[in-house]
C-alpha cells in the first residue's frame, strides 16, 4: 500500500492594530513601558517586526525607535542584537531588553527627549491565522506555492513558526524534514539569516533552494 504524503498547508495571518494607550518620550519612560506593558505588545515590537516595512539595520521596534528618534546610536544596535527567537518565552525576552537599556544608564544616565511627535508609542495586534486554500504534496507543487502565496503566508511559516516550534526552526523545513526527509535541504532554509532580509528576500532563497534539490531529484531518476 502507497504510504500517504502528508501536504503542507499554506497559512497566513494578518494582524490588526491595538493601542495600549501607553507612550514614551524619553529612555526611562521607554524602558519602564518595556517592563511594564503587556507581552502581546512586547511580541509585537519585536517578532513581528518583519511584517512592517522597516529598514534592515535594525530587527525591531525598540531599536528603530532608540536609533532613529532617540538617536542613541550605541543603544539602537545592542537593541538590535537581541533575538527574540532565542527565549524560550516572552517574558524572558522582555527581561532581556531591559537589562540592556538598564546597563546602557548606567553610563548615560540623562538621555535627553525625543522632539515632540518622535514619541514612541506602544501598541500590541491582534493576529487572525487562516488557511489560503494552497497545499502542495511534492517538492514541485510546494515550489509554485512558495513563487506565488502572500508575503504574509511567507512570514507565518518563516518567521512566526519560530515561536512556535522553537529552536529556530520553521514550518518550511521542519515539512521537508519530516516528510520527505531532505535534511539538506532543511539544513539550508534554517541557515537563512531572518534578519538580513526582507520577506521577499527570504522567498527569493527558499526559490533557490527548493528548485536546486528538484533539479537533482530528476537528475536521480534520468
Same mark, same amino acid.
Given at each position: #500500500? ?5 501536504? !503542507? ?5 494578518? @494582524? ?13 519612560? !521607554?524602558?519602564?513601558?518595556? +517592563? ?14 518583519? #511584517? ?10 525598540? %531599536?528603530?525607535? %532608540? ?12 537593541? @538590535? ?7 524560550? @518565552? ?37 493576529? !487572525?491565522? !487562516?488557511?489560503?486554500?494552497?497545499? +502542495? ?6 515550489? #509554485? ?6 508575503? +504574509?503566508? =511567507? ?5 512566526? +513558526?519560530?515561536?512556535?516550534?522553537? @529552536? ?5 523545513? %521542519? ?23 526582507? =520577506? ?6 527558499? =526559490?533557490?533552494?527548493?528548485? %536546486? ?7 536521480? #531518476?534520468?
Amino acid at each position: #500500500m502507497e504510504e500517504t504524503i502528508r501536504p !503542507f498547508e499554506f497559512r497566513q495571518c494578518i @494582524s490588526i492594530l491595538k493601542a495600549t494607550g501607553r507612550m514614551a518620550k524619553n529612555l526611562r519612560e !521607554f524602558r519602564q513601558g518595556i +517592563a511594564e506593558v503587556n507581552e502581546e505588545s512586547v511580541y509585537h515590537h519585536t517578532c513581528q517586526y518583519f #511584517m512592517k516595512e522597516h529598514a534592515r539595520e535594525y530587527t525591531n521596534d525598540f %531599536a528603530h525607535w %532608540a536609533g532613529e528618534s532617540l538617536e542613541e546610536r550605541a543603544l539602537s544596535e545592542h537593541l @538590535s542584537n537581541v533575538d527574540p527567537y532565542d527565549f524560550e @518565552s516572552i517574558s524572558d525576552l522582555r527581561n532581556e531588553f531591559v537589562r540592556v537599556i538598564d546597563s546602557y544608564l548606567v553610563f548615560f544616565p540623562e538621555p535627553r527627549e525625543v522632539l515632540p511627535g518622535d514619541e514612541f508609542y506602544f501598541n500590541q495586534t491582534i493576529t !487572525f491565522v !487562516f488557511p489560503t486554500g494552497v497545499r +502542495a504534496q511534492n517538492l514541485a507543487e510546494f515550489l #509554485m506555492a512558495i513563487k506565488h502565496v502572500d508575503v +504574509a503566508s =511567507i512570514y507565518y511559516h518563516f518567521y512566526e +513558526a519560530r515561536t512556535r516550534l522553537g @529552536s529556530g526552526i520553521d514550518d518550511f523545513s %521542519a515539512w521537508l524534514e519530516n516528510v520527505f526527509g531532505k535534511n539538506d535541504l532543511a539544513g539550508r532554509i534554517r541557515s537563512i539569516d531572518p534578519f538580513m532580509h526582507t =520577506i521577499e528576500g527570504i522567498r527569493e532563497h527558499l =526559490i533557490e533552494y527548493v528548485e %536546486a534539490e528538484v533539479r537533482r531529484d530528476m537528475e536521480v #531518476m534520468t
